[in-house]
């Protein structure tokens, strides 16, 4: 089955609007990275956080990595939000990063 | 700041040439580097992991035959896609991190159209 699991699988929001996103993964994750996709496919890394809550600007990310599940949390959204979402976890075996589906998000001005 | 260029962005090339594209890792060592496709409509597969001082290791459903990568030093990468057909367009990642553990950064993608 999926390794990672990303819901919602698309979110239209109100500019303004806070949203969370769920990421939930099976296997246990030594690193986990949230990357935006913009439309035009290139991939930022927004957050590293195999554990614990991070925040950077509007984004809140929470990971409880015994019950192998991450949220981003997205508040006051911009229409500059829009886009795809993707969850990343790394294993430790293999040195390599595997991504979630994504959660597609459009925020409506 | 770390960064990984990636070029070309966009290619288009006719149905059985090949092409190839490269990666530049910039303000760091890039220790190791991992090549994805996204093809339409689907995640991230993971093509082949690049480990300094290690073999270069493809995931099942892709070889080096068809997808033959380069790492020659810790700040480049470049990976040709042989034959191409209309199973392998999508858009093709590097990413580079510069030690386990650490983040990966990636490159903007190159975009490959086949006809």
């Known amino acids: 089955g999926q390794q990672v699991q990303q819901s919602p699988a698309s979110l239209v929001l109100q500019e303004g609007e806070n949203a969370e996103l769920q990421c939930n993964f099976s296997?246990?994750?030594?690193?986990l990275q949230w990357f935006y996709q913009s439309p035009g496919g290139s991939l930022v890394s927004l957050l590293s956080?195999?554990?614990g809550t991070k925040h950077t600007g509007r984004l809140t990310s929470t990971t409880v990595t015994k019950e192998r599940r991450s949220s981003l949390h997205i508040s006051s959204s911009q229409t500059t939000d829009s886009g795809t979402y993707l969850c990343?976890?790394?294993?430790?075996?293999?040195?390599?990063?595997?991504f979630g589906i994504g959660t597609r998000v459009l925020v409506r001005p | 700041g770390a960064l990984v260029y990636q070029y070309p962005r966009r290619t288009i090339c006719k149905s059985g040439t090949s092409m190839r594209m490269e990666c530049q890792a910039v303000g760091f060592q890039a220790t190791s580097v991992a090549w994805y496709r996204q093809s339409p409509q689907k995640t991230f597969e993971l093509i082949a992991l690049?480990?300094?001082?290690?073999?270069?290791?493809?995931e099942q459903n892709f070889t080096q035959e068809k997808f033959p990568i380069s790492h020659p030093n810790l700040s480049f990468s470049s990976m040709t896609v042989l034959n191409a057909y209309l199973e392998d367009r999508g858009l093709y990642l590097c990413g580079a991190r510069r030690a386990p553990n650490s983040d990966y950064t990636f490159g903007s993608g190159t975009r490959l159209l086949v006809i």
């Open positions: 296997s246990t994750a030594t690193q």
């Open positions: 690049s480990t300094v001082n290690s073999a270069i290791k493809y």
């Open positions: 990343a976890i790394d294993r430790g075996a293999g040195n390599k990063l595997t």
């Open positions: 956080n195999p554990s």
